[in-house]
C-alpha cells in the first residue's frame, strides 16, 4: 500500500515522498524574467525542508505571456547561468526540481505583456480589463515552437523534469475551455480540436526532450464556470495525452474568474474542507493509466494520508503552506503531525505584486505581535 514517506520514481526522477510543491508565483525574478538570489533561496529552503518534488512558479516561455509582476523567463539563453545556479542549488540541498511552462494568454495585460495580449479568440475574461487579439495560425505555431525552446533549456540547464501550465485560465487551458475558444478552424469548436493546441504543444516537447525525460501537465479538470470547460472534456484530453505518454497530470480546477470556487479557495479550517479537487482528480485517475497528483486545501496530514493511502492518488501537491512553512514534509516526516499552520487567506500575494516577493503575511504578523508582547 503506498504511503505518503516513501520513495517513488517517475521516468527516472527519484522524489523522497509523494508530497509536492505545487506551482507558485513567487514574485521574485528581474523584470525581464531572470531569477534571483532571493528566488535561489527559497528553493533550496524549500528541498532542505523535505519536499518531495518542487514546481517552480509559472514561467513564461515569451514576453508576451508573461503575467504577474516577477515571474520567472525562459525565453532567451542568456539566463543559461542562473539557472544553472538555481537547480544546482537545489540539487545539492538534496532536492528535485521541476519548471513550469506558462502561456498566460487573455490574462494579462499589455503592461506585462508588453503588447496586446493574444487569447485563442478575441474573448475578455472576468479580472482582466483587456481584450485580447486572436492568434494567428503562425502566432500558435511560434507559441508551439516557444514552449519547445523552453523545454530544451530547461533540461540543458538542470531542471530533473517539465510542467506544462493547462490550468487556471491560463492559455492552454483558454484553448481548451469552449468560453475562452471560439475559432472556427482546427483549434476550436470540439474537443478534438480545442485539445489540439496543447497536444501539438506536448508533441513538439516530448520530441524535442526525448522519451526519458519527465512531462508532467497540470490540468484544469473544470472550470467551474458557467461555459467553461467540463470534466468530460477534461477526461478527454488526459486520455489523449497519456496515450502520447505524460508523465503525470496534476489534477487542478477553477480560474480567477470562479469566486469562491477558484484554485485557491479561502478559509480551509476544517478538514472536511480539505482536497476540494478530489472527486474531479479521481474521475482523471479512473481514466489514464499515469500517475496522478491533487491540489487544492491539502493542510492536514491525516487527510494527505488518507488521500494517498485509500482515495488512490499518487501524489498530493500543496501551495500556500509551504509559503508559510517551506520544512512542512520534515515537521510532518519527524512526527509532529499538527497541520498546517496556514490560515488560506490568501494575502501573500500582496507582498508579490508590491514588495518583490510573497511571505506569509499573517507570519508576520503574528511575529510583530509577540516581539511587542
Ligand atoms: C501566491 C500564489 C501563487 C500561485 N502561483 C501559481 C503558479 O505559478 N502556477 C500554478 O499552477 N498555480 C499557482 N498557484 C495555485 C497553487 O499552485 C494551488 O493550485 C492553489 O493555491 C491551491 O493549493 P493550496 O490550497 O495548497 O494553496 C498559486 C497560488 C498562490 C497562493
Ligand atoms: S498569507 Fe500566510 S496564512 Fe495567508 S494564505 Fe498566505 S501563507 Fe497562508
Known amino acids: 500500500m503506498a504511503t505518503v514517506f516513501e520513495e517513488t520514481a517517475i521516468n527516472g526522477m527519484v522524489m523522497s515522498n ?25 528553493y533550496r529552503e524549500l528541498a532542505q525542508g523535505g519536499i518531495g518534488l518542487i514546481i517552480t512558479g509559472y514561467t513564461f516561455v515569451l514576453p508576451e505571456g508573461k503575467g504577474l509582476p516577477g515571474k520567472m523567463g525562459i525565453h532567451t539563453d542568456a539566463f543559461a547561468a542562473d539557472y544553472e545556479n538555481l537547480t544546482s542549488s537545489v540539487h545539492h540541498a538534496g532536492g528535485a526540481i521541476a519548471i513550469q ?26 479580472q482582466f480589463s483587456e481584450m485580447p487579439a486572436e492568434l494567428t495560425k503562425d502566432e500558435i505555431s511560434d507559441t508551439i515552437s ?11 540547464w538542470g531542471f530533473d523534469g517539465l510542467q506544462l501550465h493547462g490550468a487556471h485560465g491560463f492559455l492552454i487551458n483558454q484553448f481548451l475551455s469552449p468560453l475562452t475558444n471560439r475559432r472556427t478552424d482546427e483549434y476550436g469548436g470540439s474537443i478534438e480540436n480545442r485539445s489540439r493546441f496543447l497536444l501539438e504543444v506536448y508533441r513538439k ?23 467553461g470547460l467540463e470534466i468530460d472534456d477534461a477526461v478527454f484530453a488526459a486520455k489523449k495525452l497519456t496515450e ?27 478538514p472536511e474542507k480539505e482536497a476540494y479537487n478530489l472527486p474531479l482528480a479521481q474521475r482523471i485517475k479512473e481514466e489514464v493509466n ?24 499518487d501524489y498530493i501537491a500543496m501551495a500556500r503552506p509551504l509559503i508559510r512553512e517551506p520544512g512542512l514534509a520534515n515537521r510532518w516526516l519527524q512526527g509532529d503531525r499538527s ?29 510583530e505581535k509577540a516581539a511587542k508582547g
Open 18 to 42: 509523494r508530497i509536492i510543491r505545487s506551482a507558485t508565483w513567487e514574485g521574485m525574478c528581474e523584470q525581464d524574467g531572470r531569477p534571483t538570489e532571493k528566488l535561489i533561496n527559497c
Open 101 to 126: 511552462l506558462v502561456h498566460a494568454g487573455g490574462q494579462t495585460n499589455s503592461t506585462s505583456a508588453g503588447r496586446q495580449p493574444l487569447a485563442p479568440s478575441a474573448v475578455q475574461v472576468d
Open 146 to 156: 516557444a514552449f519547445a525552446e523552453g523545454a530544451r533549456r530547461a533540461k540543458a
Open 205 to 227: 516537447v516530448r520530441d524535442t526532450v526525448g522519451a526519458r525525460y519527465p512531462v508532467f501537465i497540470k490540468l484544469n479538470a473544470a472550470d467551474n464556470l458557467d461555459g
Open 244 to 270: 502520447l505518454g505524460i508523465d503525470a497530470i496534476e489534477v487542478s480546477a477553477g480560474t480567477p474568474a470562479s469566486g469562491e470556487i477558484g484554485p485557491a479557495r479561502e478559509k480551509i479550517l476544517k
Open 290 to 313: 499515469c500517475p496522478v497528483m491533487v491540489v487544492g486545501g491539502f493542510r492536514s496530514y491525516e487527510v494527505a494520508e488518507r488521500t494517498i493511502k485509500d482515495d488512490g492518488m
Open 339 to 367: 497541520p498546517a499552520t496556514c490560515i488560506s487567506c490568501n494575502s501573500c500575494f500582496m507582498p508579490g505584486l508590491e514588495e518583490g516577493g510573497i511571505y506569509c503575511v499573517i507570519e508576520k504578523k503574528e511575529r
